[in-house]
């Protein structure tokens, strides 16, 4: 299982960015995927999780209405476009394969992509 995130970097407050997760070495379809963050020194915070077909969303209240995931399930690519970005978004943010296991949240992570909010 390989899951790869790409577009961060560093952003004015207000501005956007658009995230990619590229994933390989699983059946990516059958598997609801989620974006993690974790800033600097805090412990991860589940921002968002998606259905394997894309129909169903759920987001954190914190980014609820800002926020937006999506998946291509022919390119086996997971997006979370981020929008009127605050300071309080930096972050690394994971993308994150959702465990079929009651025992586990997620099982598998990527090695995340900067987020920088900053002036």
């Known amino acids: 299982v390989q899951l790869v995130e790409s577009g961060g970097g560093m952003v004015q407050p207000g501005g956007s960015v658009r995230l990619s997760c590229a994933a390989s070495?699983?059946?990516?379809?059958?598997?609801?995927m989620a974006w993690v963050r974790q800033a600097l020194g805090k412990g991860p915070e589940w921002v968002s999780t998606?259905?394997?077909?894309?129909?169903?969303?759920y987001y954190a209240d914190s980014v609820k209405g800002r926020f937006t995931i999506s998946r291509d399930n022919a390119k086996n690519t997971l997006y979370l476009q981020m929008n009127s970005l605050q300071p309080e978004d930096t972050a690394l943010y994971l993308c994150?394969?959702?465990?079929?296991?009651?025992?586990?949240?997620?099982?598998?992570w990527g090695q995340g992509t900067q987020v920088t909010v900053s002036r």
């Open positions: 994150a394969r959702v465990s079929k296991s009651p025992k586990l949240d997620w099982d598998y």
């Open positions: 070495g699983f059946a990516f379809s059958n598997y609801d």
């Open positions: 998606i259905n394997t077909g894309g129909s169903s969303t």
